[in-house]
């Protein structure tokens, strides 16, 4: 006990640094946490927050008719499960997807994601027996992913996540660092 309480004063005198000090690539403010230039190849990249979580995502209840629909996929201990839709011609808007959550209640969990880029399909899987993983592209560049814990039907981690070719690219280029075959810039060789 009592060299733990020494531990803990020495840390907070500063004799020893406690914590590694962050690279400038990981400042905060910077988009990268570790900057194109030390990447090997281009790969997605996150930030911290979702600008979208707001402005494309709406949760609500609807009535359960006591019968799952087709296709349901169940989570791994049979409680709860989910299925996945377009909205019908005519609903409140044709761009989106629906996910409907069955968990135990006489309501499913309904979650539209409004304007999804649909050049890259939605991931939408278990990631243990409540959390839902869903993954959407809303452009070419830019997307979401979301954990959804369908007990709380809450949103519980929601990034915004980004192509990375270009920024691999353009630093490339502004660095100037060769290629495999000898060229600035560019890709490297696969």
Request: hydrophobic share 35%.
């Amino acid at each position: 006990m009592r060299r733990n309480l020494f531990a803990i004063g020495i840390c907070a005198v500063g004799i020893f640094p406690c914590t590694a000090s962050r690279s400038q690539s990981a400042a905060p403010g910077n988009a990268f946490h570790t900057s194109p230039d030390k990447w090997p190849a281009p790969r997605i990249y996150h930030t911290g927050n979702n600008q979208y979580l707001e402005e494309r995502m709406e949760l609500s209840r609807i009535p359960y008719a006591g019968a799952l629909p087709e296709g349901v996929v169940r989570s791994s201990n049979q409680g709860y499960g989910f299925v996945t839709r377009d909205l019908a011609p005519g609903e409140e808007s044709e761009a989106a997807l629906i996910i409907e959550v069955f968990n135990e209640r006489p309501y499913l969990t309904r979650m539209v994601l409004s304007e999804p880029y649909r050049n890259f399909a939605p991931e939408v899987r278990w990631i243990n027996q409540k959390l839902l993983y869903v993954e959407v592209w809303w452009g070419r560049l830019d997307g979401s992913y979301y954990i959804f814990d369908v007990e709380k039907e809450e949103v519980v981690i929601a990034e915004t996540f980004h192509d990375g070719k270009i920024a691999f690219k353009q630093w490339r280029e502004a660095t100037a660092v060769p290629n495999a075959s000898g060229d600035e810039g560019g890709e490297p060789e696969r």
